[in-house]
């Protein structure tokens, strides 16, 4: 259970990160996921003054969110079906419930050793002013989406 907690809380933080660094100027007009990310990356990008390793590193943690962001979208639509299915029985089907939650779990663990890898790598190729750079960005950005969110 210890391996599994620490499993979601690695992922739960490299998603918080990867939101923080994105979501900044969300209410801008985008044509479409790709554009948005490439926009972030580039802003991102400027402000930390990276160099060409740099970059890849962060087009690779870029490529690798949009990976999985891709994979769970996949099964969304199937995942809301049987959820509505679940629902339409007079009882819920509590092990086919815990079912679909041990499903996505196991999605997210399957994809998080690349996810992670990929944003460390990033984040260790950083000096140690970027860092500070980004830890600010991301505390910000937090801070933002909290702010967005009590407002909706």
């Given at each position: 259970?210890?391996?599994?907690t620490?499993?979601i809380?690695?992922i739960?933080?490299?998603?918080?990160i990867?939101?923080?660094?994105?979501?900044?100027?969300?209410?801008a007009?985008?044509?479409?996921?790709?554009?948005?990310?490439?926009?972030?990356?580039?802003?991102?990008?400027?402000?930390?003054?990276?160099?060409?390793?740099q970059?890849?590193k962060?087009?690779?943690?870029?490529a690798?969110?949009?990976?999985?962001?891709?994979?769970?979208?996949?099964?969304?639509?199937?995942?809301?079906?049987?959820?509505?299915?679940?629902?339409?029985?007079?009882?819920?089907d509590?092990q086919r419930?815990?079912?679909?939650?041990q499903?996505?779990?196991?999605?997210?663990?399957d994809?998080?050793?690349?996810?992670?890898a990929?944003?460390?790598?990033?984040?260790?190729?950083l000096?140690?002013?970027?860092?500070?750079?980004?830890?600010?960005?991301?505390?910000e950005?937090?801070?933002?989406?909290?702010?967005?969110?009590?407002?909706?």
């Amino acid at each position: 259970m210890k391996t599994r907690t620490r499993n979601i809380v690695a992922i739960l933080g490299a998603v918080a990160i990867a939101v923080a660094v994105a979501a900044c100027g969300h209410h801008a007009s985008y044509h479409g996921p790709g554009d948005y990310a490439v926009s972030h990356i580039e802003k991102l990008g400027k402000e930390l003054n990276l160099n060409e390793a740099q970059t890849a590193k962060l087009n690779a943690v870029t490529a690798t969110l949009r990976k999985g962001s891709e994979t769970m979208r996949a099964k969304h639509d199937e995942k809301q079906k049987e959820v509505l299915a679940l629902l339409d029985q007079p009882k819920l089907d509590r092990q086919r419930a815990l079912g679909l939650v041990q499903q996505t779990t196991r999605d997210i663990n399957d994809h998080a050793p690349e996810m992670i890898a990929a944003m460390g790598d990033f984040y260790d190729s950083l000096t140690p002013p970027q860092q500070q750079k980004l830890r600010e960005e991301v505390k910000e950005r937090m801070a933002y989406a909290d702010r967005c969110r009590w407002h909706r």
